[in-house]
């Protein structure tokens, strides 16, 4: 009947020799169903090249298809899956770890030290200048360069503690990007 | 620019609309390409050609949302139909949510603009 009009197999071979970048069940789908919308088309009394026209050039249509079906899917991927998450954690775990560990000890434990080596200094110096050091205390150095020495031993091990703490913070940063939470990744 | 930048920016618009209408006309019942592009075309401003309408049902079924199967008709060979998975109709939620609040807000910027400057 309709479908032996030479317009209409023209038009659909030639849409299947443009599908060239779709699967082949794909490609046959498609082309299956544009043959049903010109049946449908036809059965309800539209003239076949108003059918054709409606449907635009074969290349037109065949670049819609292309781009919808290779463009798009690539744009809202399906959530990663489980053990592409767990591979991503070792990954980051392999090579941040070691860096990490190294960063944190260094770091913070001259943060630490200095700020109580510090304020000892600090005290000791006020102590010393009062005459009040305790005798089993020995000072070297005079009162006020323990003072002075003190402070920027001080501020030096802040530096370092703060310096520890915007690392850590980085870190969690990175890895909340790298492994989004659940929530994030249906969402 | 005048007309064609105001077609450019409703042919836009309608691209993700058309998605979100698409899945709301299978929502009840599973249909057949022709009778989607026909629903649309009476709807005025959401009527898609049908090199649009044809593609974007693939690209839905590709993306989970929508399956496909054989159904008889009364009259010539079996036809495709088209429903609704769960996925779809998950999307169809988040969808409907996600343009209401659009619609609320976009109403509100129009009646009035500068309600966070007044208060």
Redesign the interface.
């Known amino acids: 009947m309709t479908m032996d009009h030479p317009l209409v197999n023209r038009y659909l071979s030639d849409l299947n020799g443009a599908l060239t970048q779709l699967a082949p069940t794909e490609r046959a789908e498609v082309v299956t169903e544009i043959r049903q919308h010109i049946e449908d088309a036809t059965a309800a009394g539209r003239p076949i090249d108003e059918i054709l026209q409606a449907l635009g050039s074969v290349d037109a249509l065949a670049r819609a298809y292309q781009l919808e079906l290779l463009v798009t899917p690539r744009a809202n991927a399906p959530a990663q899956p489980r053990s592409d998450r767990w591979l991503k954690i070792l990954g980051l775990l392999a090579l941040g770890s070691l860096p990490t560990f190294i960063i944190v000890i260094v770091l913070g434990t001259i943060g630490l030290s200095f700020t109580l080596t510090g304020i000892a200094l600090v005290a000791a110096g006020i102590a010393d200048s009062a005459g009040a050091l305790p005798i089993w205390v020995r000072n070297d150095l005079e009162p006020w360069l323990a003072i002075v020495a003190g402070v920027a031993l001080t501020i030096l091990g802040l530096l370092s503690s703060w310096g520890t703490i915007a690392y850590l913070r980085f870190v969690v940063r990175l890895v909340r990007r790298v492994v989004p939470a659940r929530s994030t990744v249906i969402a | 620019m005048g007309i064609h930048a105001t077609s450019d920016w409703s042919s836009q618009l309608k691209r993700g609309v058309l998605e979100l209408c698409i899945l709301q006309l299978l929502r009840e019942e599973p249909s057949?390409?022709?009778?989607i592009?026909?629903t649309l075309d009476t709807l005025g401003p959401l009527a898609a050609?049908?090199?649009?309408v044809?593609?974007?049902l693939?690209?839905l079924k590709?993306?989970?949302v929508l399956e496909?199967f054989l159904r008889e008709s009364p009259?010539?060979p079996a036809?495709?139909y088209y429903r609704l998975t769960p996925d779809g109709r998950k999307r169809l939620t988040a969808l409907t949510k996600e343009w209401q609040s659009m619609a609320n807000a976009v109403t509100e910027c129009l009646d009035n603009p500068r309600k966070g400057d007044s208060k």
Do not use: K
Request: aromatic fraction near 14%; hydrophobic fraction near 15%; charged fraction near 25%.
């Open positions: 057949y390409g022709y009778e592009v026909t050609g049908e090199n649009t044809y593609p974007l693939r690209r590709a993306d989970g496909t009259n010539g036809r495709q």
